[in-house]
Structures are given as C-alpha cells and as structure tokens.
C-alpha cells in the first residue's frame, strides 16, 4: 500500500532525527519523521535525564567550537522552551595526578585558554575547600569551567518533536524494515507491517540500530552498550551546584563522569564512558553486570566517600552507535543516490543538538559545511583507534 510522497523521510526520532526533521522543514521540504511507537522510544540513546555538555574535548578545536555554538543554542532553546532544560553548573575535571601534556585534561585546559576561556586551574586544597564531595588530596589537579553543565536530553527531544510538528512535520508510527531502493536510486521504505511510504530523500537517524538499516556500515559503526547508575541520597546538599558540579573523574583514564543532584528526577547520575559491550540492538538484552556495580563502588570509595552506600534506584545499559574513530557520520550514501545518513554518535552526540539539525540539512543539499569534513563516508580498517579525547579506551 503506497503512501503519499514526501520530500525527504527522515528515519529515527532521536535527537538526530528530530533536529534534522525542523531544519529540514524550516528549509522549505516537506517532511515525514518515522519511529516507533511511545516517543521518545525507551531504548533510544537519547531518552535520559541528562547529558552532558562540554566543550572540552582535549586539542581538538573543531568540537570545542561546535560546543560554543551549541551551548548558545541551548540557551536560546531554554527561552523557545521555555523551560531550563540545559543547565549552567559548569563542569570539574580533576585528575589523580598533575595533568601533564598530552592528557585530555591538560590539553583540553590548554585549548580553553587558547579559545578565550577562563577555566580555574585547582590544586587539591582548592578541590577540597570548593568541591567538599571529593576524597580531600586524592585528585590532586584539574580545573573548573564555569561555561557547560548538562542538559535534560529526554525532555528537550520531546520539546524538538513538537516543535517539528508544530511546523507542519508528519508522524508516521512504524518501524521501517527496509530501505526501497530502485537502479540505485532512493525510492522510499517499508515497515516491518508493509506499508509503503515514498520519498524523494531518506535520511537515515537510526542511532545504534543505524548498521541494521544499512548493513554495508557495520564494519564502520557497531552498538556497544555502557552502564549508567542513578543513586538516591538522603541529603543532596553536597551534591547540588555551587559544590558538586557535572564532573570528569580522570575520565581519559577511568571511563567515569557524572552529574549533580537532579532537580526533577532526584537522583545522582554516575556513568562509564569507556570500551562497552559490544551488543545486538535488536536481540540482545540490556542489562548492566556485577562487575559493573562492583567498578562504581569501587570509583566510589576512592572519589566521593559520602556516595559509597548511596543505594541504586535505577540502572540503564545504554547504547552507542560506535563508529570506529568515534567520530559523527553525517554523509550522503557513495551508491544511493537519495540516501544521506546520520548517525555515529559514539557516546557524545547529544551535546551538539542545536548545531545537528543545520549540519545534517547541509549535508542533505550538499551545501559546503568545514565541519562535516570530518563526518565524512570514510573507509576504517579494523586498527582504526577511537580518537575521541575523553574517552577511556581500555
Ligand atoms: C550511556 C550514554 C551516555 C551518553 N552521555 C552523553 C553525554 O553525556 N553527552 C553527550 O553529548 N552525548 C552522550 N551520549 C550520546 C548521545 O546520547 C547520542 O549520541 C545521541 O543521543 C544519539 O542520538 P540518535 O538520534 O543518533 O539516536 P537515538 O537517540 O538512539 O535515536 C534513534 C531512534 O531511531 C529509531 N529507530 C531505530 N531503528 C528504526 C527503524 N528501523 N525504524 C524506525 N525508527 C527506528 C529508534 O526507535 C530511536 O528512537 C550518551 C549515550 C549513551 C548511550
């Protein structure tokens, strides 16, 4: 049964749907955005209470300077919405021993001050005096940025769909089975109920069911699943901002970051931005382990000792469309004409969600973009190593 004809039918409702499905709208296309069932979809990667926004990604000055645009993005989205959902706390980074070059912290601070940042370089008297939370003397260097903090990812995706169909976007509720291909032009797709939809242009947002839909990337990009913790306390005075601040724990070295006390959801945040699991994002169940819990209170124990008992309400293994250098891909397919896809965000995509929609749009129509060099369809090879400067790679 074939369906009217959009444009451009963008695939995923996640935050890089959703934005490419305003901007494209804003631009004149009409627009269908396909997805699943309740919104925003539980499993999404998107769906959470918070994520982090940061501009420092050690010497890398290109994310630093999305980050820029990004977080004067948010603002304004705060007033569209109005509703804070980014909030300011500004971020700690502190390490157990003095930064030294070549360290994500060092090189990160090294770039902030070269990009007409101020962070706050704090040795462990400072920490301690500032920050009460952490172990006294056991991080020992590190600074605070006041310009960052995190942003309630769930709620603003839900914001972003309204405003998607407040400009005249169309729902579709489905989950699409096949990408329609025709003499390797883009035709359209179809569900797993077989409907038909046509489209001039299909985007593909899939986030990390991305390789299923277009398995000739799955030597490219793979789901790897990682544990997030939400841990409930009595008094969170000491969790909450000014004193307990979005943090990086040596995160370069350790995986671990996390979030003040949440003011809605009233928990604390910990999680893990390192190696995963490697996970079937149609099968596989998504599940954190024993060993997960037991690295959090060991993290604990020598980080933030009034968390260490703290119970766990709430757990989440959470999935990464990981590409192999951690880098977004956001590219016309080289064969299909018609196929753009826009995906690979590796664990730190939700902080570019006001600068998503115009990048992926601009892809879309080929329009020039510096950034999109390097978001480009590339070929990996199995030694590719990840490049993204926070995370921890085992
Ligand atoms: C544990 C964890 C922590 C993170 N922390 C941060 C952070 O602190 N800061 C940060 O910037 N980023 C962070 N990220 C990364 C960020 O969440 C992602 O990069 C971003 O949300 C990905 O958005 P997306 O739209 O690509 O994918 P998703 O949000 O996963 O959305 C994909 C959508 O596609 C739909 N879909 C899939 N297949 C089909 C189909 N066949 N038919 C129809 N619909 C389909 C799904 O239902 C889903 O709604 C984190 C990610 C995880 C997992």
């Known amino acids: 049964m074939v369906r009217d004809n959009a444009d451009i039918l963008v695939i995923g409702a996640g935050i890089f749907g959703a934005t ?3 901007e494209l709208s804003l ?3 009409i627009v269908a955005l396909i997805d699943e069932g309740v919104h925003p979809h539980p499993l999404a990667a998107t769906t959470d209470i918070s994520k982090v926004v940061r501009m420092e990604y050690g010497a890398d000055d290109q994310y630093m300077e999305m980050v820029e645009d990004s977080i004067e993005g948010f603002h304004a989205w705060n007033d569209r919405f109005e509703e804070v959902l980014y909030h300011e706390t500004g971020v700690t980074m502190f390490t157990r021993e003095a930064m030294v070059p070549g360290g994500f912290e060092f090189e990160s601070f090294e770039t902030l001050l070269r990009r ?8 462990p008297e400072e920490i301690t005096r500032r920050f009460p939370a952490w172990k006294p003397g056991e991080y020992v260097d590190g600074f605070f940025h006041a310009v960052g903090g995190y942003a309630e990812s769930g709620r603003v995706l839900t914001h972003v769909r309204k405003w998607s169909e407040a400009i005249g976007v169309r729902r579709i509720d489905g989950r699409v089975a096949k990408i329609d291909i025709k003499k390797g032009r883009v035709q359209g ?7 038909r939809f046509m489209a001039d242009h299909v985007v593909v947002a899939a986030g990390s069911w991305t390789p299923v839909l277009v398995p000739e990337l799955a030597s490219e990009m793979k789901a790897t699943g990682h544990p997030v913790f939400h841990l409930a306390v009595d008094e969170h005075s000491p969790f909450t901002p000014p004193l307990f601040v979005v943090f990086t724990a040596d995160v370069a070295r350790t995986g671990w970051y996390g979030f003040p006390h949440h003011p809605v959801e009233g ?3 910990i999680a893990n931005h390192g190696v995963g699991v490697a996970i079937d994002p149609v ?3 998504r599940a954190i382990t024993a060993a997960n819990e037991q690295s959090l209170r060991q993290f604990l124990s020598f980080t933030f000792p009034g968390l260490v008992d703290a119970p766990i309400v709430f757990t989440r293994l959470c ?3 990981d590409t192999r250098d951690e880098h977004l891909w956001i ?3 080289p064969e299909i004409e018609g196929l753009t896809i826009a995906s690979g965000g590796s664990g730190h995509g939700f902080k570019f969600a006001p600068v998503l929609g115009p990048l992926i749009a601009d892809a879309v129509e080929s329009i020039p973009n510096a950034w999109l060099e390097k978001f480009r369809w590339r070929k990996l090879s199995p030694v590719t190593s990840g490049e993204e400067a926070a995370r921890y790679h085992g």
């Not at 007409?116 to 040795?123: F, K, M, Q």
């Not at 797709?189 to 409907?195: E, N, P």
């Open 20 to 22: 490419a499905a305003v």
């Open 27 to 29: 631009r004149g296309y």
């Open 116 to 123: 007409g940042h101020s962070p706050e370089r704090l040795g």
């Open 189 to 195: 797709v179809t569900t797993s109920k077989g409907q």
């Open 267 to 269: 928990v604390i945040k």
């Open 283 to 285: 099968h596989d169940e």
């Open 319 to 321: 999935l990464y469309c």
């Open 331 to 333: 590219d016309h397919h």
